[in-house]
């Protein structure tokens, strides 16, 4: 996946990010490690660009580095604070395995949803249009 080349680019530590038409949050996971300092400056960034209001989350995934307790946490309590659901866009069964493994662990308490088909994510998405910027 590349970013469509109509929109602002924002890049954080872990990803390469842009609001969609929309007002998606829509974002590139890079393979890098997670930290919690690299997690609370993407949120940061995430607030500046949504102006701190929650919105769908549009995500492909591209991490091969395990979350550790405190990112774990940390996600969970800040993903209700910005997005209002979560597609993450995969075809990656190993990556599959390790976003359901981490809901498992770590439950979300916003609507999330794996899908490798980017048509099916973005409709899933359609039904929480209200609730974005």
Known sequence: MTPPKNVIIVETDIATNWLSSEGWFCSISKNVPLTV?????????????????????????????????????????IMPVYS?????????????????????????SVPLRIFTDQAKAISWLQEFENNTI
Not at 49 to 62: D, E, I, R, Y
Request: positive net charge; proline residues 6%; charged residues 15%.
């Open 37 to 77: 300092e690299k997690l609370q400056n993407h949120y940061l960034k995430v607030g500046e660009m949504t102006g701190g209001k929650p919105v769908c989350f549009l995500v492909w995934p591209n991490f091969s580095h395990s979350a550790t307790l405190e990112c774990r946490r940390f996600l969970q309590s």
């Open 84 to 108: 209002t659901s979560i597609a993450m866009i995969t075809d990656n069964p190993m990556m599959k395995i390790g976003i359901n493994l981490f809901i498992k662990i770590s439950p979300v």
